[in-house]
């Protein structure tokens, strides 16, 4: 080939190049100028709102009152400081720690479990496939027919759990699981786990499918423990794929809304920070407020992804692989 | 075989039974709890004992349940068509045309997904009563693009890689522009993922409920899952579990037999969204 071919080819493509990033541009705008409407601008205008007095009934009169809504320094006429705003109020602070505790306890319970059923369901055994069919119904439920659904087997009158647990023996009188402050998170937690668990056990099984079998084969010629060949080989091979899958079902946790406001509904023990914000900005006409206390949840999961994502070098976009 | 090994395989089965029962058990007392009505309804019955249709004729005949479900049907099915319509053509350009950002620009549509909704609930709550629309099923089309668009990006994009580039070479060796090149080559062969797509983004906006609650006002412009939430009986303190069983029973069985039968689809979705690297 001589060289002015070679430098024709060049040319055109990169005239080609060209044209495919040209057309790239086009094919992506509507989809950015969509996502630009539903999601950047309505987030900034909550974070304008949060800065302001707006109320519900009146969006266009707010003004701008700095921070006040997060926290407000007085210092009255006598000379005491009063301290009031978002980050004072122990309402909020409830709403965070049940957050975070539901987070952690259900995400943790979710993760052994579907590693369990994975696990089984790697296993090569008659009927698999209808108990992969099986596990995929409470993944398909709708979560708030699932909380009714668990809000009628968790009735304190005649819910089945009661029945079953007393007929066990395992407890001596009915108890109200979803009104009472001590038993409502483990209520939440149980319908939770339930329907995430599928979800978590699918994700972990397309991680343990990857592992090549061969190693198994390697280990067991080599009689090494079922349970060490888990710790050592199993679990550090698919944890890039459990990592992935732990940082989807966290953000999912830590956003939760539909199933504590189905289940118990006004419930300090289990009301997190989506319940206690949309409370705020829509039923208790304290729009400005909970604004605020929405972007603080926005703040907190962006910090936490970020750090995630950092500490645990997770590849979520797979262009590194 | 030996006695320990009988002793592991009877575990294993039993654990295996466990998991099975855990899954199947709710749904199945809900549909046998929505067959019950009046006393027998207070029974706590393991096994089906009553046939009565009476829960499922109050629901259906009632007169807001099928304007809801028809709601629901509409928004979804909208959504969905609008996400993909915009989902083909970006993710072409994301999975197939190396341009600078491309990786940040990944990075913030999966953010996006993955965004609290109730970040955005009192700005779109402003765009949506600037725009006129509270209280219209386009409201909910508006909000849901929110999470269905995303997603759908996310998805076609990661199945849209894997397809082998010597189909694109050839089309582009033969002139194809990159229009042609996604309508022509590609849409035959993505019909799967869309299918697939499609389907997970179906069931996402089937099953919102912090927009539907927040963005409707009357009972018959509701969406499934709100009416579900928000019914209830002659007076506060009587809650009717037998027409809500019927209701949570007509809307999740259709939902269940789709993913049956798309079931391996389904589960190829579900990872391609999830863990790919």
């Not at chain 1, 541009?25 to 950015?32: D, E, R």
């Not at chain 1, 009146?58 to 009063?82: A, E, M, P």
């Not at chain 2, 855990?22 to 207070?42: E, H, K, M, N």
């Not at chain 2, 028809?70 to 350009?93: K, M």
Request: hydrophobic share 55%; glycine share 6%; aromatic share 12%.
């Amino acid at each position: 080939m001589t060289a002015s071919t070679t430098a024709i080819g060049r040319e055109s493509g990169r005239s080609l190049q060209q044209q495919r990033r040209n057309a790239a541009i086009l094919f992506l705008a509507p989809m950015l100028i969509a996502l630009f409407c539903v999601a950047a601008w309505p987030l900034l205008r909550t974070v304008w709102f949060s800065l302001t007095d707006t109320s519900l009934n009146n969006l266009y009169g707010g003004r701008f009152i700095g921070f006040d809504n997060y926290l407000r320094v007085q210092t009255l006429s006598n000379g005491t400081v009063r301290y009031k705003g978002t980050l004072v109020d122990p309402a909020w602070w409830n709403a965070v720690w049940n957050t975070v505790r539901f987070s952690v306890v259900s995400v943790v319970c979710e993760t052994i479990l579907g590693l369990i059923v994975a696990l089984v369901l790697n296993a090569e055994f008659k009927g698999r496939g209808f108990v992969r069919a099986a596990i995929l119904i409470p993944w398909a439920i709708p979560t708030i027919v699932s909380a009714k659904m668990w809000a009628w087997m968790l009735n304190d009158q005649y819910g089945i759990i009661n029945d079953i647990l007393l007929h066990l023996g395992i407890i001596s009188s009915k108890i109200a699981w979803t009104a009472n402050t001590d038993t409502a998170m483990y209520a939440v937690l149980m319908v939770d786990i339930w329907k995430t668990t599928p979800f978590m056990a699918l994700l972990c099984l397309a991680g343990l499918q990857m592992v090549p079998r061969d190693i198994y084969e390697a280990a067991k010629i080599d009689g090494i423990n079922p349970v060490k060949v888990f710790f050592r080989i199993t679990l550090p091979l698919i944890r890039p794929a459990l990592m992935v899958a732990v940082i989807f079902r966290m953000l999912d946790a830590l956003r939760i809304f539909d199933l504590i406001y189905v289940l118990t509904p006004n419930s300090a023990a289990t009301k997190t920070m989506s319940v206690i914000s949309r409370e705020n900005l829509i039923e208790f006409d304290k729009f400005a407020y909970g604004s605020a206390q929405s972007t603080l949840l926005f703040a907190i999961l962006a910090i936490f992804v970020s750090l995630y994502i950092w500490l645990g070098k997770v590849d979520l976009s797979g262009e590194a692989g | 075989m030996t006695a320990n090994k009988l002793l592991k395989i009877i575990a294993f089965y039993a654990l295996v039974a466990v998991i099975v029962i855990f899954s199947i058990f709710p749904f199945y007392y809900a549909i046998v709890t929505s067959f019950a009505t009046g006393t027998a309804l207070f029974e706590t019955n393991y096994f089906p004992k009553h046939f009565e249709w009476a829960n499922y004729r109050q629901v259906l005949g009632g007169a807001t349940f099928p304007r809801n479900i028809l709601t629901s049907v509409f928004v979804a099915t909208t959504t969905v068509v609008f996400a993909l319509f915009l989902a083909v053509t970006a993710s072409y350009a994301l999975a197939r045309v190396r341009f600078r950002g491309r990786g940040l620009l990944l990075m913030t549509i999966l953010a996006v997904s993955m965004f609290p909704q109730i970040a955005v609930l009192a700005g779109l709550f402003e765009l949506i009563t600037y725009l006129g629309l509270f209280n219209s099923p386009l409201a909910l089309i508006l909000s849901y693009t929110i999470f269905t668009l995303p997603f759908t990006v996310w998805v076609l994009t990661t199945f849209m890689r894997d397809l082998p580039v010597e189909i694109e070479e050839a089309a582009i060796v033969d002139g194809a522009t990159p229009w042609i090149i996604i309508t022509k080559v590609f849409l035959p062969l993505l019909w799967p993922a869309l299918v697939t797509t499609g389907l997970l983004a179906f069931i996402g906006a089937w099953n919102e409920f912090l927009f539907a609650l927040t963005f409707t006002s009357s009972e018959s412009t509701r969406t499934v899952p709100v009416a579900i939430a928000l019914l209830s009986g002659a007076s506060q303190q009587e809650i009717p579990w037998g027409p809500i069983m019927a209701a949570s029973v007509i809307v999740t069985v259709p939902l269940i037999i789709l993913v049956l039968i798309f079931q391996r689809k389904i589960v190829a979705g579900l990872t391609a969204g999830g863990v790919k690297g």
